[in-house]
Nanobody, 126 residues
Framework: QLQLVESGGGLVQPGGSLRLSCAAS????????IGWFRQAPGKEREGVSC????????AYADSVKGRFTISRDNAKNTVYLQMNSLKPDDTAIYYC???????????????????WGQGTQVTVSS
């Protein structure tokens, strides 16, 4: 069964850090660009970041630039999202998604994705 599973969410105080993981099972991530998205209550889903298949190209939403870092370890079939200096506005369910043979060019992420995870809750609150 082809599956993406996010983990690493939780409750953190403003200014704190979390690292989210996106692990694939049933397929290898080597051939997939990966995106991270989030959806807060009452808001539309928004793209947060993405990374190319080899990890050489990345892109970030303006709201997270300088605070979040996306990376991948293809040997572990996992993509990470390191989130620092978290703010209450970062509170959301975070999802990862995989796009087969997707490209990340000039800071632009793929428009469509083939597989989605179930999400992990991130809550930033004092």
């Amino acid at each position: 069964q082809l599956q993406l599973v996010e983990s690493g969410g939780g409750l953190v105080q403003p200014g704190g850090s979390l690292r989210l993981s996106c692990a694939a099972s049933g397929f290898t991530l080597d051939y997939y660009a990966i995106g991270w998205f989030r959806q807060a209550p009452g808001k539309e889903r928004e793209g947060v970041s993405c990374i190319s298949r080899g990890g050489g190209s990345t892109a970030y939403a303006d709201s997270v630039k300088g605070r979040f870092t996306i990376s991948r370890d293809n040997a572990k079939n996992t993509v990470y999202l390191q989130m620092n200096s978290l703010k209450p506005d970062d509170t959301a369910i975070y999802y990862c998604a995989a796009r087969h043979l997707g490209f990340v060019r000039v800071g632009i992420c793929p428009n469509e994705y083939d597989y989605w995870g179930q999400g992990t809750q991130v809550t930033v609150s004092s």
